[in-house]
Structure formats: structure tokens, C-alpha cells
């Protein structure tokens, strides 16, 4: 069913060393309806044996004190965990996992009653590394997509895993595929060929039309056409050197505080938006987008004295007043808003007004602002695996909530991941990305860092980095950074605005993406045209005659749009 990924695919390293390895394509697609009979394993089942069960028990085995049987049902073979008594009660396989390979994993679960999370896990060693979730249910089977890495080569046996010990488990069509680091990097470049670049064409001409070969061209990236930026505070405000070394580098912001209830009704009854204000008209002047963080937070802790203390009924008249005050106040400034943040982890709001409270408040900002995308945003779903709050799974079950929300039209929805990472598991990011991006909505990481050693921090940060610009549904992405010495985990410069290692990532990358004023010098060919492949953003270009030496300047924007077909280059004409 899934041909695209099926086909023989295979292309070359560059470098003549590897030019017999053969780089397998990676496999972006998830399945998030839940089907009656499953899709064949990705990638053939990689290397687990007989991946579908058609032939017998061979490769399966009892893990712990569950009964294992094989059935049948409508001509599909399945494996069965059942007297399960303990969470780990399952079926396994035995499998060699190699230090220094990605993996991909995935497997269609269903359960024999009801819904339950069903997770997946390798033990090895020992320890036990979870490689993804999903929630299983009856009936019907689910797609879990995950992945792992391991720090150390040995065995490992992988079994799937659930606190609810009344259901059986069912397990189908696994796959467990082995990717080299060459090869996960060539999967983002080809993404990034796909998702963030486009055929440019530019045609140079003389006043009468006529072509001008060896005309020469200077382009310079004015600004990335993917939104990428990092959090502020109002210390900006002000200071000129952070304002230069900000605006240089980044095209969206999210104010850390400045937006949320607690800064603007610190007071209950005075609201006091002086400092949102001022940073929204500082960065509307200099082009930067601004993500609207927050309307309200789900976090008990994080509620003003005087929103804890009041009665069921105060508090809705003031969470009304808020909503109302906030949206109303930036509506169509602001690129998104983070509604009721961090809902899937904490419940402030469902705890007093029940478990619609959230989706509540989504419509009612909806309501106030009707154009702009409204995100959930939330930890751990791409950063822990073991975190089944907030797993892909449970984050989609809320999204098709807020789906069925009809105000107005239906709401435009976002998915915000905030992406604070310890050691980031790159595999497993991959696949939770692809599980949220089968909605079609739009994915934004939405506070990036790195809580980990000086040694190792910069290095994670690229990782990341690295590949929430590849993943062909991510549309922006924000980092949770600031400047020595008053940063949450993660700094990108010291107190006078010299980079630290991280935010020399962040400058290596953008220059890698076209920024930071590189310029490229280009000769237009006997027909007059320059063809290449550039990242979407706003280009500037200056070019000169090559007789008279004569330059012009001209400027354009490649924009996703024009290069969704990939067949026809955007084309640009300019006279000199
Ligand atoms: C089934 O197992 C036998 C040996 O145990 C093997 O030769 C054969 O290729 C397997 N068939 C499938 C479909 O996996
Ligand atoms: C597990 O529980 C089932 C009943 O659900 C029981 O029949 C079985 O003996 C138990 N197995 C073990 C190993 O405790
Ligand atoms: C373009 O430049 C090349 C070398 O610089 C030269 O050989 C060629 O004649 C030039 N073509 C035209 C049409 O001026
Ligand atoms: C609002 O906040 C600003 C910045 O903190 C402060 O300077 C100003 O006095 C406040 N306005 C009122 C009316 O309290
Ligand atoms: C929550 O909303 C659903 C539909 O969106 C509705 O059926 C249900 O009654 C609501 N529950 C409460 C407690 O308001
Ligand atoms: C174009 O020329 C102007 C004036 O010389 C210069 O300031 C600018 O940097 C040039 N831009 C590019 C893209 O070459
Ligand atoms: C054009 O500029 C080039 C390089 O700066 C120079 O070598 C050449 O003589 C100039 N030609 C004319 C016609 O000015
Ligand atoms: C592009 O150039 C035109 C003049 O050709 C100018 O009016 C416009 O402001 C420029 N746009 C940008 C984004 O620089």
C-alpha cells in the first residue's frame, strides 16, 4: 500500500569510500486513523524476522509471565499477549542493536477491550529505552511509530508494554529500520531540496528585451523564507547592541512573559500592557512576527494569588474577561497564539470548571480572532518517550476535540512542541513528527534548548535544530534562548553579544540556509538566464551590465507556493 517507499531506491554516497553502501529513503508516512486490517511493515519489517507473522511463532517469543498465542482473523496473522498480569507481560523478540545507528521503529497494536496506551521497549543491559507510544484500542488496529538509538552495541529484547494488565495486546506488521548517520543526513537534505527550497530562474534583458549573456549577479539573502527565531524578555527593549544582534539573525519571536495573564492583570481589575505593547511595535518595525504566548497557562502554579482565590464563578467571569482582553487587544498581529498552554500535562482550568474547560477556551478565542491559528503547546512530545501524557497519541486525542469545536467555522489549528531537550532521541523526534504532521496541520517548535552539559549542549542543539528544519511539516521554529547570564537552560551569547558555542550554531545555520548577508556572485549563461536552487526568503540582487559595468539593483521573494510543483522553476526577469 505504501509503493512510494517500497521502491528500490537506492543512490550513492559521494564519498568513494561508501560507494557501495546503498542509503534506504526514509519512510515520513504515519497512519493515525485507526484501520481494520494493517498496513504491510515499513521497510519490509527492517530487521525483525517474519514482521507479519506469516510464518508462525518464528522470531517471537514469550516476554515475562504472558501466554503468546498466533491468530488469524480475515486471512491477517498476529501475534497475541494475553494473561497479563504485570505491565511488561508480553511478547518479544531478540534483536542487535548497533552504537552509533538510528532507529526507526514501528508496529500496529490493537488491545482486546476498550483503549489503553501501549508502548515499546527495548530492553538491553538491563535498561529498558522506550522507542514510542501509541493508544491501542479494539477493534482496530493503531499505528505506533517511534525510534531509538543506544549509547553501547549489544542484544536487546523488544516487547511492547501497557499498565492496563486486563487487555491483550496484539501486535502486527513490526519494523525495526537500521539508518546510518550518512543516511539521516541525506533524508533531511532531500527534505530540505523538497520542503525548503525552490528552482530559481532569472532571466537578465536589455531595455528591448534581448537576452544579456555574461551578465553578472550578486544575490543576497535579505531574509529566510522559514520562520526561525528565539524567545525574548523585555530587557530588549532598549538595549541597542541585543536589538542589533537579535534582528540581524531572526524573523519570529514568542515573549517569554510579557504576554502571559500574570504579567498583564498582576493586579486583579488593572490590566497593564505597556511592556507586551511596546516589544510588539519594536519588532513590528523591524519585520519580526511575534507568537502570542499566552492566552492562559494550565499550570496551577503559574496563576496570579488572586485567580487562585476566587470563587468557581469569579473566575469564570475573569477567565472570560481575559480571554477577551488579550485576543481582542492583538488580534491579526500575532503569528499564532498558545491558548491554554501545557493542557495535556496540567489541568488548572479542567480542575474548576470541568473537562471541557480547555476546549472552551479554545472556541472562545477562536471567537475573538478568527483568522489566527490557535496551537496547542506542550512538552516532552518529541523530547520523552516515556512521557504518555503528552505522546503523540494523547496530543492528537485533544486535537480532534478541538476539531469538532464549531464557532465561527472550524478553528485553525497548530501544533506546538516545545521541544525542551535533555538528550534529545533524533529517531524518535523524527517519528512523533511524522505522527502529528498525518493531520496536516502545521507543526512549530515552539521553545527549543538543550539541558545538558557545556559539552555536550551545542552539539544536541544542532541535532535538533537539524532536524526540525528538515521535517517536511515543521513551518517554523522557536528557541527558548537568550543572553548570559539570565537564560532559562540555554544561552546563545555571552553579556556583550559574542556568541557562545550554541549561538554559533544558530550562525553556522543560517549562513548554511542562505542568511546572514553571504553574498553569491552568479554569470548569466549565453542566453541570458542564472538557474539554481535557493532557500525561500527575500533575495536581493545587483546586476551588472558586463560591457558597461553598469549595475541595478532588484529584489524578489521565493516563496514555498512557487515551488510546490517542483516541475517549473519560479522565473524572474530583470533588465539592466
Ligand atoms: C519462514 O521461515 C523459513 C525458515 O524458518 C524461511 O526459510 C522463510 O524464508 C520464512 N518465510 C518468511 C515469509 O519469512
Ligand atoms: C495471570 O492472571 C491470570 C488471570 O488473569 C491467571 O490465570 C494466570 O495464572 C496469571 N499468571 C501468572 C503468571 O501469575
Ligand atoms: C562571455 O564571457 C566569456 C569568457 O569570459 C567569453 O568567452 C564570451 O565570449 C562572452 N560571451 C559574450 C556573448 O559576451
Ligand atoms: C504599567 O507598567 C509600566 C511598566 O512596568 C509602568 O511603568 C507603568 O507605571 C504601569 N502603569 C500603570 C498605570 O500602573
Ligand atoms: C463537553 O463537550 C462535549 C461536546 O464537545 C459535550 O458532549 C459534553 O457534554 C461536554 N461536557 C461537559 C461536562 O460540559
Ligand atoms: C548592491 O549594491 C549596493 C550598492 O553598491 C550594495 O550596498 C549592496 O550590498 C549590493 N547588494 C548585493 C546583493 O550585491
Ligand atoms: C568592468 O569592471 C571590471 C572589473 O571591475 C574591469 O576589469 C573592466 O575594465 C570594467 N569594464 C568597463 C567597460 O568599465
Ligand atoms: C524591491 O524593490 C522595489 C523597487 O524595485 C522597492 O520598491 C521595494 O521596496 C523592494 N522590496 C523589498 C522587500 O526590498
Known amino acids: 500500500m505504501k509503493l512510494l517507499l517500497l521502491l528500490p531506491l537506492a543512490f550513492c554516497c559521494l564519498s568513494l569510500s561508501r560507494c557501495e553502501e546503498i542509503l534506504v529513503p526514509y519512510d515520513y508516512s504515519a497512519t493515525i486513523e485507526c484501520l481494520e486490517i494493517p498496513y504491510k511493515p515499513q521497510y519490509n519489517g527492517g530487521i525483525i524476522v517474519n514482521p507479519d507473522m506469516q510464518n508462525g511463532s518464528q522470531g517471537w517469543s514469550q516476554f515475562e509471565n504472558a501466554k503468546v498465542n498466533f491468530r488469524e482473523f480475515g486471512g491477517n496473522k498476529f501475534v497475541v499477549a494475553t494473561q497479563r498480569n504485570q505491565s511488561s507481560d508480553s511478547v518479544s523478540q531478540k534483536v542487535y542493536l548497533e552504537k552509533g545507528i538510528l532507529y526507526t521503529f514501528s508496529a500496529w497494536l490493537q488491545v482486546s477491550t476498550g483503549k489503553a496506551p ?63 548517520q550518512d543516511e539521516w543526513n541525506a533524508h533531511q537534505e532531500q527534505s530540505i ?24 549577479i550578486t544575490i543576497e539573502q535579505k531574509r529566510l523564507g522559514f520562520p526561525f527565531g528565539s ?115 496540567h489541568s488548572f482550568f479542567e480542575s474548576k470548571f470541568g473537562p471541557n474547560a480547555s476546549n472552551n477556551i479554545f472556541a472562545m478565542a477562536h471567537a475573538i480572532d478568527p483568522s489566527t491559528t490557535m496551537f496547542m503547546n506542550e512538552f516532552y512530545t518529541l523530547e520523552d518517550p516515556t512521557d504518555l501524557k503528552a505522546s503523540p497519541a494523547k496530543y492528537l486525542e485533544k486535537l480532534r476535540e478541538l476539531q469538532s469545536i464549531r464557532v465561527r467555522g472550524n478553528i485553525p489549528l497548530g501544533i506546538g512542541l516545545e521541544s525542551h531537550f535533555s538528550t534529545p532521541n533524533i529517531p524518535y523526534m523524527r517519528s512523533a513528527l511524522d505522527t502529528l504532521g498525518a493531520t496536516g496541520l502545521p507543526i512549530w517548535l515552539t521553545e527549543i534548548d538543550v539541558k545538558a552539559p557545556s559539552s555536550d549542549q551545542a552539539k544536541y542543539f544542532e541535532q535538533v535544530l537539524r532536524e526540525g528544519h528538515a521535517h517536511p511539516h515543521v513551518k517554523g521554529m522557536v528557541t527558548w534562548t537568550a543572553y548570559a547570564p539570565n537564560c532559562y537552560h540555554m544561552c546563545l551569547t555571552d553579556g556583550n553579544f559574542k556568541n557562545l558555542p550554541t549561538g554559533d550554531v544558530v550562525d553556522k545555520l543560517i549562513r548554511e540556509w542562505g542568511g546572514l548577508r553571504s553574498q553569491t556572485t552568479e554569470v548569466t549563461d549565453a542566453d541570458g538566464f542564472f538557474e539554481a536552487s535557493l532557500f525561500h526568503g527575500d533575495y536581493d540582487l545587483n546586476i551588472s551590465h558586463p560591457l558597461t559595468n553598469s549595475s541595478v539593483s532588484h529584489n524578489f521573494t521565493l516563496t514555498s507556493d512557487d515551488s510546490s510543483l517542483h516541475t517549473q522553476p519560479s522565473t524572474f526577469v530583470f533588465r539592466v
Open 118 to 180: 501501549v508502548s515499546a521497549v527495548f530492553k538491553k543491559n538491563g535498561e529498558y529505552k522506550h522507542a514510542g507510544s501509541v493508544v491501542a484500542e479494539s477493534k482496530c488496529w493503531s499505528m505506533l511509530k517511534g525510534g531509538l538509538t543506544v549509547d553501547e552495541s549489544g542484544p536487546a529484547e523488544l516487547f511492547v508494554e501497557s499498565e492496563d494488565t486486563t487487555v491483550e495486546i496484539w501486535v502486527d506488521s513490526v519494523s525495526l529500520q537500521p539508518f546510518t
Open 193 to 216: 531540496d523538497n520542503s525548503r527550497k525552490g528552482p530559481v530562474r532569472i532571466r537578465v534583458v536589455n531595455n528591448k528585451g534581448e537576452k544579456i549573456p555574461n551578465a553578472s
Open 231 to 345: 524567545a525574548v524578555a523585555q530587557n530588549i527593549l532598549g538595549n541597542q547592541a541585543y536589538q542589533n544582534w537579535f534582528t540581524q539573525r531572526f524573523t519570529v519571536t514568542t515573549f517569554e512573559n510579557e504576554m502571559k495573564w500574570y504579567s498583564t492583570e498582576s493586579v486583579r481589575g488593572i490590566e497593564n500592557y505597556t511592556v507586551a505593547d511596546a516589544m510588539l511595535r519594536f519588532f513590528n518595525q523591524h519585520g519580526i512576527a511575534v507568537r502570542g504566548h499566552n492566552v492562559v497557562w494550565d499550570h496551577p502554579k503559574y496563576q496570579s494569588k488572586w485567580v487562585t482565590s476566587l470563587s468557581r464563578n469569579d473566575l469564570y467571569n475573569a477567565v472570560k474577561r481575559r480571554v477577551f482582553s488579550v485576543v481582542s487587544r492583538y488580534k491579526g498581529q500575532l503569528a499564532g497564539w498558545d491558548v491554554v498552554n501545557e493542557n495535556l500535562h
